[in-house]
């Protein structure tokens, strides 16, 4: 069992927000970096630190972070943004852990 | 650009060992600040961190798979490699190998640029 939890599923209606969440105790030492992945395909990092997008990620796409909880969230979701979303970061010992995924689906 | 690219065995026969290479082109397995790690995706389930390694070979693993896991590395190959033994059918799964970024002072630790995985079905 995973030490950061995400809620299993998310939809957005076209062009609307969307907030994808990641609990765990460590997330008030660490931040959370987060993976969209659709399938057939290898995740893509498309948040890090405290809130930085690699080149090539679009700007609807930020992170922040509150207590024990990581956020991602898109702001006006495409129908390229239906993927998988997985959160990465360390457990309470230190150890590298995924959260569960979130399945985000674009209406 | 820099690039990774997973290559072994696609089929592993219960009780033996796994054995995965990540060729990295494009760029030096020996640039500071990045360790190279591997994570594995059971079909339809979710992601599984395996273990790292920095260019010095100094590695860390999930403690999970400790036990059966060694991650080593090859500079003047630019490549690592993955073991993992007494595999059974949970060890199914694509394995991806990845950059991993670290940079302790500002926080910085992700999985920035992977390969395209290889599926590996351990079966008799």
């Known amino acids: 069992s995973s030490e950061l939890t995400q809620d299993p599923a998310v939809s957005v209606a076209l062009g609307q927000t969307v907030r994808i969440t990641c609990q765990g105790d460590?997330?008030?030492?660490?931040?959370a970096s987060w993976y969209q992945q659709k399938p057939g395909q290898a995740p893509v990092l498309v948040i890090y630190g405290k809130n930085n997008r690699p080149s090539g990620i679009p700007d609807r796409f930020s992170g922040s972070s509150s207590g024990n909880t990581a956020s991602l969230t898109i702001t006006g979701a495409q129908a390229e943004d239906e993927a998988d979303y997985y959160c990465n970061s360390r457990d309470s010992s230190g150890n590298l852990v995924f959260g569960g995924g979130t399945k985000l689906t674009v209406l | 650009q820099l690039q990774l690219q997973e290559s072994g065995p696609g089929l592993v026969k219960p009780s033996e060992t796994l054995s995965l290479t990540c060729t990295v082109s494009g760029g030096s397995i020996s640039s500071s600040s990045y360790y190279w790690g591997w994570i594995r995706q059971p079909p339809g389930k979710g992601l599984e961190w395996i273990g790292s390694?920095?260019?010095?070979?100094?590695?860390y693993y999930n403690p999970s798979l400790k036990s059966r896991v060694t991650i080593s590395v090859d500079t003047s190959k630019n490549q690592f490699s993955l073991k993992l033994s007494s595999v059974t059918a949970a060890d199914t799964a694509v394995y991806y190998c990845a950059r991993h970024w670290i940079v302790v002072v500002i926080k910085i630790d992700a999985f920035d640029i992977w390969g395209q995985g290889t599926m590996v079905t351990v079966s008799s």
């Open positions: 460590s997330l008030r030492s660490y931040y």
């Open positions: 390694i920095y260019y010095s070979g100094s590695t």
